[in-house]
């Protein structure tokens, strides 16, 4: 059983920067798959980024390559979400999840979401 508490979410001008951070308790951290995805009022849970257990491999969706920045430290138990050039499409609550897959994601905890908010 892992439990997930987000944090580091806000509003923030379009342009601007956030750094969202997952600390996770419980077992085994170091063996999760983890993973952002992020939720938009009236659309589907997106999948953003993800890494592996040793954090070596990662996986991002189109719309964040070279502004998203995933990572891991697997002695805090913790993964952050390194954001940068937002914009207002951003808008979603974002939730950390760990798993066992990173291709094809599979997930099998959540946090409860952090909110980002981006403004024009």
């Known amino acids: 059983q892992v439990q997930l508490v987000e944090s580091g979410g806000g509003l923030v001008q379009a342009g601007g920067s956030l750094r969202l951070s997952c600390a996770a308790s419980g077992r085994a951290f170091s063996s999760y798959v983890m993973a952002w995805f992020r939720q938009a009022p009236g659309k589907e849970r997106e999948f953003v980024v993800g890494i592996s257990s040793s954090g070596i491999d990662t996986r991002y969706v189109d719309s964040v390559k070279g502004r998203f920045t995933i990572s891991r430290d697997n002695a805090k138990n913790t993964v952050y979400l390194q954001m940068n050039s937002l914009k207002p499409e951003d808008t979603a609550l974002y939730l950390c999840?760990?798993?066992?897959?990173?291709?094809?994601?599979?997930?099998?905890?959540w946090g409860k979401g952090t909110q980002v908010t981006v403004s024009s």
């Open positions: 999840a760990a798993g066992s897959s990173l291709y094809p994601s599979v997930m099998n905890y």
